[in-house]
């Protein structure tokens, strides 16, 4: 009895330290991280991710921080805040790739022919007065979040498309742009489809033009994280990557080609809903949920003739320096790059 009952302790204690062995891999591999995402349509690969477990599948347990806009995102990247994140390149995000701070690793929302995309909207006052069109917006005040922003960019082109001249007005929230273009102390502004085409239903702001038109292919949002989470944490950036794609798919497949017909899209903006248009009952978000479809990028495939285009315009306009460069600013080695 005694050899028996020793041969079941023994048994016991490997049972017991097998588990722990087990809970202490599990913890190991379940690392704490922190995304940062804008409350828009165009961030839904990263709700998904979350929502559907891609994340924690992945070894990762996401934190959600949100902004009201690109750059201090960037700086929240640089200063370990926030791990990773999907936006605009801006002015700060490019002098932050400068110093060594962050690189972006792919790429996230574009724009595509044949899908709707960001708008060019004006003011009822300015509409009234004869802006019907980006070509009649000359000396017209345009708002942006800040200097060297991705609505200055668009802005910038699409005023020298036409040959006009843009007064851009620093707003530093998109919230504070909506109020002004809608009171009228802003002329123009481009944004999403989400947010323009609701704008546009509420009679105080038209709609006059497409940013597409302009910037055919553009590569609106990229991803991006830390230069040493990049070239020090690979096997967690390279999951993340994966989780993201996940949600990208599940993303493309609802709302783009609708492979689950009208239950899958309802099935989608019932989980983006839960990030996006918060304040508003399901009824009245989901027709603006639905309006944002946008291509997000497969794989996180980035366009390097855009990013380079962007890259080349904030150097032409003095607001990054002239050592900047493809290399500094992206590691080509995490993602496909679209050509």
């Known amino acids: 009895m005694r ?13 017991v330290l097998a588990s722990a062995a087990f809970t202490t891999s599990a913890m190991a591999e379940n690392t704490k991280i922190k995304v940062g995402a804008l409350r828009f349509t165009s961030h839904s690969a990263s709700f998904i991710a979350v929502e559907r477990g891609y994340f924690e599948e992945a070894g990762l347990d996401v934190e959600l921080k949100f902004f009201q806009a ?51 909207l004006v003011s009822d006052a300015a ?7 980006a070509k009649d917006l000359d000396g017209k005040s345009f708002g942006i979040t800040q200097s060297g922003s991705s609505f200055h960019y668009m802005a910038s082109k699409i005023a020298a498309a036409e040959g006009v001249s843009l007064k851009f007005k620093p707003l530093q929230k998109v919230g504070a742009i909506i109020g002004a273009l809608k009171s009228g102390q802003i002329d123009a502004w481009s944004i999403v489809p989400h947010i323009a085409k609701p704008l546009a239903g509420s009679g105080s702001v038209h709609i006059v033009g497409n940013v597409a038109d302009y910037l055919p292919n553009y590569q609106v949002t990229t991803v991006f994280t830390s230069t040493k989470n990049a070239s020090e944490k690979r096997k967690q950036t390279e999951s993340f990557l994966a989780a993201f794609s996940k949600g990208v798919d599940d993303y493309a497949a609802a709302m783009i080609d609708k492979t689950g017909g009208d239950a899958g899209v309802d099935e989608m903006v019932d989980l983006i809903h839960k990030y996006v248009y918060t ?32 890259l080349n315009w904030f150097k032409a306009e003095d607001l990054v320096g002239s050592e900047s460069s493809i290399d500094t600013l992206v590691d080509q080695s995490y993602v496909e790059i679209l050509k």
């Open 127 to 133: 509409f009234q007065s004869g802006v019907k069109s």
């Open 279 to 310: 304040d508003r009952p399901r009824e009245k978000a989901a027709p603006s949920i639905i309006n944002g479809t946008m291509r997000i990028n497969k794989g996180a495939a980035l366009n390097i003739a855009s990013i380079e285009d962007q």
């Open 3 to 15: 050899i028996i009952n020793r041969l079941k302790f023994i048994s016991l204690v490997g049972l």
């Open 70 to 120: 690109a750059q201090p995102m960037a700086v929240a990247i640089a200063s370990g805040d926030v791990d990773y994140a999907v936006t605009a390149v801006s002015g700060g995000l490019v002098s932050l790739a400068n110093k060594g701070a962050i690189k972006i690793i792919g790429g996230a929302l574009s724009e595509e022919a044949g899908i709707d995309g960001q708008k060019i």
